[in-house]
């Protein structure tokens, strides 16, 4: 009996690192395929690019893990890009002042983001695409639709600057991992998120403010996703408002990927780790083998897809083994 | 000669990998009589009826419906031989009328409308067939519980069953609500249809069955005419040792008054006041819908409180939320046990700790240590049954889920804990152990507020007693007083009469 259950444990590692396989096996894959894929100089330049992917997948971990979603994440991004750009240029603010004004904005908008929906207890899918047609009008008003760029040189440092020879933006991206690790594993917050995302209504029973979380966790998803949109904008040294549109979905694909429950209360910052590197990896090797731009969106989607169904169907089949355990248990004790 | 029996089962075993749920049962039902299913949890009576309805296949075995042999039935099978089940939970559909529901799936039509008149019609016919009053036209979420419950059985008799399972079928419903239950099947004996019939409560059981069988581990135990036993019997076939329902001695309530609500109002209950006492076991009666649950939500800090006052302690309080109830020295184990009570995917020691999460954490970070510590020790003080702490909660048996919402407010150390239906759904064993904790929570100088729907529980647990009828107050009675007369005339009081209105 007890050495089934074990048996079932290991079997349900295996499930989870199994999207870590798939990652491996893409990237042999790709070193063998794509020209040039197999060089460190592309490997740097793929995570600068995933860092803000990755940052911002922290969050959206976050807020996923409590039932929740935040699709105006995209133009969270385009808006702090032509904010950030607007104020340097435009506003000829010192670029500290700058990024200190756009990330407080950013995170207002997210605690916005939260209010209306714990407040109202309208869908967080459509409270935040309501949010998303916002954010899109209202960078494209500040930015008229035209690229902002002519920034100060110091301000390309994080996005495009090494340490050591390792990108300071991955850096970043490592340290927010392992702060949002901590997070999620160490803290009663973590806990906290988790029990919302399972079971809100016993969460609240239990005496945990579920409202002032909910919050919490759209305001922290996006208070890292403008650290993402400004190391994005200091890598292209140019604010547009189209820079984060469709952003959201990346996001979303890399922490389903990850095995991140896309209806709460299950996933980890690991797992989504890996989800980012996946997309991540996917869409440098497509571009280093000429394949399109549309193709590329159908492969994804099509990945996305089969990772919501997987994850869908393993739990309807971990339901049925849990059933079997529970007589189990039920009989033996 | 004819077979008097409607129903037999043969040797039927159930293997799941590495247990027997059933092992090797033989029984037989007759036509036409109430034969009623006992066990403990796991005792394989889910196994057994979904084994006759058809859910599962059994591993070995034969069923014989009127004769017809079967190695395995699938649902439509089982239907097509006349078998119907009224499940725990309902399935009716809210927003259409109780015909419809009645019919659902198979609406009488001309052409591709549906015939309302024919089918209001034929529902009507069947409520007249079952002695019921009820409009076929009014919509399910309009009725009450126990009117639902009639629509079910209803539902479930309208294609012709000669056989009917009702699992639990009590479970949801007040006093008087039974009451008419127990009339429809009276009524459907008559008229020759077997009733299994699926209950915790051995009353009904004596009320009700013609014969009785009982269950245990997964083996079949014995089977006897109604006559021929008693309630002790029964249980101690049940648990393979003699164990009478009792409830514990006790002597704790005191003078001090630890808790005084005075005229609250809100959340559909009306102008109550009461006092509870340190050591008290107060318990609350009343029908369902009667407002106790609701009062409950109020004192716990989860519906808004639109008049009256809280004195705690000597201290007003005014929880907004459950989480200044719980910090105020009030805690809830909900009616719910699965949806309010518990995080059924989270493990035993994460729902333990769930509302003491932050005296177990230092500066946000939780204490793993403490954490191992505390689950530890109410997993043995309260005797949960898991094969380890990092279990899943839903994978635990009722008694021992309920238990883990105990530990989990008992860890909070509050003065008064509130008991809404502790022993629902809960078997015989596992009922003595929680009454035995409630009385050594009161013994600790804490207090009880205990609200149920189970009579007997209710008379043997209290000390004293409020009833509530149509969420106001209708009467407090003093230990001596406490008497079910005494208390189903309160919980009707303001009624015309005790039946159930619709």
Redesign the interface.
Known sequence: ??E??KAKKTGKKLGEYGIFLVLIAMFILFSFIAPNFFDINNIFNVARQVCTLGICAVGMTIVLITGGIDLSLGFQISLANVVCAWLMVNGGLNPILAVVITILMTTGIGILNGIIIVKSHVAPLIVTLAMLNILNGLSFMVSKGLPIFGFDKSFSVPGQGSIAGIPISLLIMIAIFIVGAIILK????G??F??IG??E?????????TGKLKIFAYGLCAFLTSIGALLMLSRTNSGLSSNGDGFEFNVITACVLGGVSASG??GTIFGALVGVLIVGFLENGLLLMNVNEYTQLVIQGIMMLAAVVYDTLSREKNERI?K?????????? | MVNKNILELEKITKL??????LDNVTLSFRRGEVHALVGE??AGKS?LIKTISGAIEPTAGTIAVEGKHFESLTPTLSRENGIAVVYQEFTLVPVLSAAENIFLGEFIRKGLICDRKAMNARAAQLFKMLKIELDPNVKVEDLTTGYQQIVEIAKAVAKDAKILIMDEPSAPLTTNEVEAMFNIVDTLKERGVTVIYISHRLEEIFRLADRVSVLR??TYITTKNIEDTTKDELISYMVGRTLKETYPERNNSTDEVILEVKNLSGNGVENISFDLKKGEILGFGGLVGAGRTELAALL?G?ARITGGEIILKGKKVDPR???E???SGIS?V?EDRK????????TVK?NLT??S??R??NK???NAKAEKEFTNQYVSSLNI???SID??V????GG?QQKVVLG?WMG?DPDVMIFDEPTRGIDVGAKQEIYKLMVDITKSGKSIIMISSDMEELLGMSDRMVILSKGRLSGILEKEECTQEKVLKYAAEGKDDGTIES
């Open positions: 009996m007890m089934q259950l160490k803290t009663y917050f806990r906290y988790y029990a399972s079971n209504e016993a969460a609240k029973l239990s005496g945990i403010n209360g299950k849990k079997i355990k529970a007589i189990n248990v039920n009989n033996q004790v | 799941y990998p590495g247990v027997k749920a949890n796991g196994t581990d997964g716990f989860n939320l459950p989480e109830a719980i910090a809830l909900p949806n309010q009570g518990l995080i059924l995917d989270m994460e769930a509302a999460m932050k177990l954490s946000g970070f939780v049954k898991t094969p279990q899943k839903k994978n635990l048996s021992n989990k909070t």
